[in-house]
């Protein structure tokens, strides 16, 4: 493991089980159960070239590559963040797999010619601008609410920058659930795969996965709900699995 510099108020946190590092501030928005689902939910090419939209410190992409051998880019608009992210790939290392690239995703036109990824994923801000008022510092407001991109955004870059039969994964609140289909189908991309993460039995989802298609025909797979909290207050032995032990990827 290489050496890296932390500054103020950072600190070096593991990344589950598989020997990975990541450097974290409480001064921005640190990584959840969202994106280590996310990490885990998609089909992911062995080979190609994978991209990993509002990166954040890198958390996705440095999950992803205890998956894939493919290339891996990650886009962050906020260049603090762009900068943890970039540390934690050399802290790793594994910069030869993975670049971390600060922009907007919405202008954002990757090297090389078209058609670019095989698989796009995404963790975006989940609340509109309309939410309440936004108190927060500019990290946190940022990640959280739909500030430097909304939903559409996302969704449309996601298809500009999908090749036809590449795979776009998102997690998101499941109260979107239908502003997401909506979204996608208007931009091609077609939802194959579904699976709501719920606090516990019994208890309405709050997240939802979702995996679609480029140019994908309609036929939709509704996966069974993730429950996170076992009757013990327990996380469920499926997340035992991926945050303790060997597995990579979420069962279907």
Same mark, same amino acid.
Request: with cysteine; hydrophobic share 40%; net charge negative.
């Given at each position: 493991?290489?050496?890296?510099?932390?500054?103020?108020?950072?600190?070096?946190?593991?990344?589950?089980?598989?020997?990975?590092?990541?450097?974290?501030?409480?001064?921005?928005?640190?990584?959840?159960? +969202? &994106?280590?689902?996310?990490?885990?939910?998609?089909?992911?090419?062995?080979?190609?070239?994978?991209? /990993?939209?509002?990166?954040?410190?890198?958390? %996705?992409?440095?999950?992803?590559?205890?998956?894939?051998? &493919?290339?891996?880019?990650?886009?962050?608009?906020?260049?603090?963040?762009? +900068?943890?992210?970039?540390?934690?790939?050399?802290?790793?290392?594994?910069?030869?797999?993975?670049? %971390?690239?600060? #922009? /907007?995703?919405?202008?954002?036109?990757?090297?090389?010619?078209?058609?670019?990824?095989?698989?796009?994923?995404?963790?975006?801000?989940? $609340?509109?601008?309309?939410?309440?008022?936004?108190?927060?510092?500019?990290?946190?407001?940022? &990640?959280?609410?739909?500030?430097?991109?909304?939903?559409?955004?996302?969704?449309?870059?996601?298809?500009?920058?999908?090749?036809?039969?590449?795979?776009?994964? $998102?997690?998101?609140? &499941?109260?979107?659930?239908?502003?997401?289909?909506?979204? $996608?189908?208007?931009?091609?991309?077609?939802?194959?795969?579904?699976?709501?993460?719920?606090?516990?039995? #019994?208890?309405?989802?709050?997240?939802?996965?979702?995996?679609? %298609?480029?140019?994908?025909?309609?036929?939709?797979?509704?996966?069974?709900?993730?429950?996170?909290?076992?009757?013990?207050?327990?996380?469920?032995?499926?997340?035992?699995?991926?945050?303790?032990?060997?597995?990579?990827?979420?069962?279907?």
């Amino acid at each position: 493991m290489s050496k890296v510099t932390l500054h103020l108020s950072e600190r070096l946190d593991d990344l589950l089980t598989h020997e990975l590092k990541i450097i974290q501030s409480e001064e921005v928005f640190s990584f959840s159960i +969202d &994106a280590v689902l996310l990490a885990r939910f998609p089909k992911v090419p062995k080979r190609g070239r994978i991209l /990993d939209l509002c990166t954040g410190n890198g958390v %996705i992409p440095l999950l992803l590559t205890t998956r894939t051998e &493919a290339s891996i880019e990650g886009i962050e608009i906020q260049p603090r963040l762009a +900068d943890m992210a970039r540390r934690s790939v050399e802290l790793n290392n594994l910069s030869e797999q993975v670049q %971390i690239i600060e #922009g /907007d995703l919405k202008t954002f036109i990757p090297e090389g010619s078209r058609p670019y990824y095989d698989l796009i994923t995404v963790n975006p801000p989940y $609340m509109p601008l309309t939410t309440g008022d936004i108190k927060e510092n500019e990290h946190f407001a940022m &990640a959280r609410h739909e500030i430097g991109c909304t939903l559409e955004d996302v969704i449309q870059t996601c298809a500009r920058l999908t090749k036809t039969g590449g795979r776009v994964a $998102m997690v998101h609140r &499941a109260s979107r659930l239908v502003d997401i289909i909506s979204l $996608m189908r208007v931009y091609r991309l077609e939802p194959k795969r579904i699976r709501f993460v719920h606090p516990k039995e #019994g208890a309405e989802a709050n997240m939802v996965l979702v995996e679609a %298609i480029r140019d994908g025909k309609p036929d939709v797979r509704l996966l069974p709900p993730l429950f996170v909290y076992n009757n013990n207050n327990e996380y469920c032995q499926e997340l035992m699995d991926i945050y303790y032990g060997e597995e990579t990827e979420l069962g279907n």
